[in-house]
């Protein structure tokens, strides 16, 4: 069957009727969402394991959702994707090998939340950024990357904790944050244990991958130490569709090494070593490249990412200044190296291209809190300096070498102040808080190379030294209505310098040219959202929050009516468009033991999510905003021992169907393009806690076998071949086995 994205088929989209109920009130009520968080001083209600989150905060004015380690393990988490499948509104595209240029890499491009993704989302481990995405110069394309952000192991981590919206001032990003905490000493040197550990290995059959991991701590109440190790070997993905998959093998290895020592009972101090390292051997075939390589090509990835960090932390008995401090210093390098191999057919032999993206960064972190009477005062300050390079080589059949980077070779330096002040009084005998905050940051920029990279001095002069800042205030309303019943209400200002591989992506041939910018605007965001947490009644919890949120000044690349230099046209990137995205979450849950005696263990959980968007170009023209992803929920029925020897979980996942449309924000952007059909998925989860050593994990995907697409990855694809070689894998397990002592 070919006919599932052709718009002129008669083929009938599939319209669930999971979803159909799922969202009944979500339309009708217009807006909601799941709020977690992991603020050790507020309210939380246990939930059971096996369902999709482990912990609820029924006081937090925010949207976030924390996932543990537990459900980690259980939801058969492997990768950044697998992590959120069954958040409503936050999605994981991918970039398949060859979609954009034969060069182009794949991998995760970060993550997409509440409708806007890559860069304009925040990803950091332990509070340090993750590199870039870097978008594609060559392909006059803003929107789409070639380098991903994918250089993570879940292994690696205690819990990921995803906010939705314009971040805090305490962080940047217009769009959201996902944060990964990594494992620590503490988490295993419990109940007076000075030396704990588990080993771990498991299977994923849709991508033919084992894994094995192991973690030890040891330790006393003066000094512990952690060490982590997980290796990954695997294959590609297996599509559910016509096509055979393109071979691929890649194997990825991650190290984490933690020392903790309390100095005295007031400081305490770590060091971290972060190290994640990836390689892919890949066969791109022809039908996914142009017709300049005919045989299709063959290509290595190598990513690296090696992260150092001091910590240190300082809890005086009655300091003016401050409660607690905590002081971060890191150095994280990353690498993302590419070389594709293929015949090429002007040139009538092969052809040899490595494209590279190195970036450093070094910083500073310091944030601090302090009490004073009823204010709860936060403030901190970041310092960091991001050093960026793209080189690119080509290697001709005639023997000769073309050496031309993709982005002029660049330096910035971040500085950034925030303070939030959290004021408590009672109004009509019940909590009543409110939140001013405000973040001041300042960026400089400087490009290190551009008379080397362009072929002009007019080229050149496109790019220069240059400063930014902006100013981020932000303000929260909480309200305790009852004991059970929390509302808020927040207004965040946020803002985005584009980032280096944004602002001086270049692309310079003989006849046309593709140039950077450095007098771009800032992105900006006016984020608005409204949030009720109730729970009527005991062994009950419902969610519902509505956000409305304004962007402006949007970037892609667009052509310029005068050409820069010689070149018959040229593209550069620009603020082209704003955008505004609305929409709402509803979260359900109920514990039916808490009404049935004889279901004790029994729970059922619904999440969705629904998100609209329209963009509107300056030229005035308007459209639809293409990152917005279709509908979704999420609705889970499960079971968990009383005494937690096991459970199991039956979850079905509902998306509805969608087609891209022309999207102003998006200068190539045509609107012709496939609808992605909507799909029902059912996945079973189990454990079984053989006894207090061993564990049991497994995760069946996709049941039914159910032939579908990810909106994300496919919506704004025309190549048909890309298309079906995209397809989500069929009925597939993850299985683990874990030993602890």
């Known amino acids: 069957m070919r006919e599932y994205l052709n718009p002129n088929s008669s083929v009938k989209h599939i319209k669930p009727s999971h979803l159909a109920m799922c969202l009944a009130i979500l339309m009708g009520a217009g807006a909601s969402t799941t709020v977690f968080a992991a603020d050790s001083n ?31 393990d259980r ?4 990768d950044m994707a697998s992590i959120v499948k069954y958040l409503p509104l936050v999605n994981a595209p991918k970039a398949a090998s060859g979609s954009g240029n034969a060069w182009d890499g794949s991998g995760t491009t970060g993550y997409n939340i509440r409708g806007v993704d890559a860069n304009r989302v925040g990803l950091d481990v332990d509070g340090v950024e993750l590199a870039s995405a870097t978008p594609e110069p060559d392909g006059a394309k803003g929107n789409s990357y070639s380098s991903g952000r994918d250089f993570i192991d879940p292994e690696m981590f205690s819990s990921v904790s995803v906010v939705s919206g314009t971040t805090n001032p305490n962080s940047e990003g217009i769009g959201g944050r996902v944060t990964f905490k990594t494992k620590s000493p503490e988490d295993y040197l419990k109940n007076g244990k000075q030396v704990a550990g588990t080993l771990k290995s498991g299977f ?27 290796h990954r070997d695997g294959h590609a993905i297996e599509s559910n569709g016509t096509l055979s998959t393109n071979p691929s093998d890649w194997t990825s290895d991650a190290i984490l090494a933690k020392l903790l020592w309390n100095i005295t009972e007031n400081q305490k101090i770590g060091f971290t070593f972060d190290y994640y390292k990836k390689q892919a051997n890949n066969f791109i075939s022809a039908d996914l490249l142009s017709s300049l390589y005919p045989q299709g090509a063959t290509q290595t990835i190598d990513g690296q990412r090696n992260r150092y960090a001091l910590d240190y932390r300082f809890t005086p008995e009655d300091f003016v200044l401050f409660d607690r401090l905590d002081a971060n210093a890191y150095y994280q390098a990353t690498k993302n190296n590419n070389r594709t191999y293929a015949y090429y057919s002007t040139g009538k032999g092969y052809r040899t291209i490595y494209n590279n993206y190195t970036e450093d960064n070094y910083g500073l972190l310091l944030n601090a809190l302090k009490q004073v009477n009823n204010h709860k005062i936060t403030y901190g300050l970041s310092v960091n300096q991001i050093n960026s390079d793209r080189p690119w080589q080509q290697y001709n059949p005639n023997g000769t070498v073309t050496v031309q980077n993709r982005m002029v070779k660049s330096d910035t330096n971040k500085y950034a102040l925030y303070v939030s002040d959290t004021m408590q009084w009672q109004l009509a005998g019940r909590d009543f808080k409110i939140t001013p905050g405000l973040r001041y940051q300042f960026e400089k920029f400087d490009p290190k190379n551009s008379s080397s990279v362009l072929t002009s001095a007019a080229k050149a002069n496109q790019l220069s030294k240059v400063n930014n800042d902006y100013y981020a205030p932000s303000v929260t309303l909480e309200y305790q209505l009852s004991p059970n019943y929390y509302t808020y209400a927040k207004y965040n200002r946020g803002a985005r310098v584009p980032s280096a591989t944004e602002m001086v992506g270049t692309f310079d041939q003989t006849t046309y040219s593709i140039l950077g910018n450095t007098d771009l605007k800032k992105e900006t965001s006016d984020a608005f ?13 419902f969610d519902v929050t509505s956000f409305y949120t304004k962007y402006k000044n949007f970037i892609d690349y667009k052509q310029l009516e005068t050409p820069v230099g010689t070149d018959r046209f040229t593209y550069q990137i620009q603020n082209v468009a704003n955008v505004n995205i609305w929409g709402g979450e509803v979260s359900f849950r109920a514990d039916i033991g808490k009404f049935v005696e004889q279901a004790d263990g029994i729970s059922l959980a619904l999440v969705a999510g629904t998100t609209k ?35 199991l979980g039956f979850t079905t996942t509902a998306v509805d169907s969608k087609k ?21 998925v059912n996945d079973l989860t189990a454990y079984w806690n053989a006894n207090k050593y061993m564990t049991f994990n497994v995760a069946l995907n996709n049941i039914f076998d159910k032939k579908y697409w990810d909106y994300a ?10 298309i079906d070689r995209a397809t989500l894998p069929g009925r597939n397990v993850v299985a683990s086995v874990e030993f602890k002592f």
């Open 42 to 72: 507020t309210e939380s209600t246990a939930l059971p394991v096996i369902t999709v989150y482990a912990e609820q905060k029924n006081t937090v004015p925010e949207s976030v959702v924390t996932i543990d380690r537990t459900n980690l």
């Open 204 to 230: 994923s059959s849709a991508d033919s991958a084992w894994f094995t991991s192991a973690t030890g701590a040891v330790g006393n109440d003066v000094v512990k130490g952690l060490v982590a190790y997980s």
């Open 660 to 680: 891209a449309s022309q999207d102003s924000s998006i200068v190539s952007s045509t609107g012709s393009y496939k609808t992605v059909p909507g799909y029902v």
């Open 713 to 722: 990855t496919v919506a704004t694809l025309t190549n048909t071949s890309a």
């Open 613 to 647: 968007g329209v963009s509107k170009n300056n030229s005035g023209v308007k459209g639809g905003v293409n990152s917005v992803q279709p509908k979704k929920a999420s609705l889970t029925f499960a079971y968990d021992d009383p005494a937690q020897k096991y459970g």
């Open 529 to 541: 959202e409204i949030g009720l947490k109730t729970t009527p009644v005991e062994g009950i919890h």
């Open 75 to 78: 939801t058969g988490a492997t």
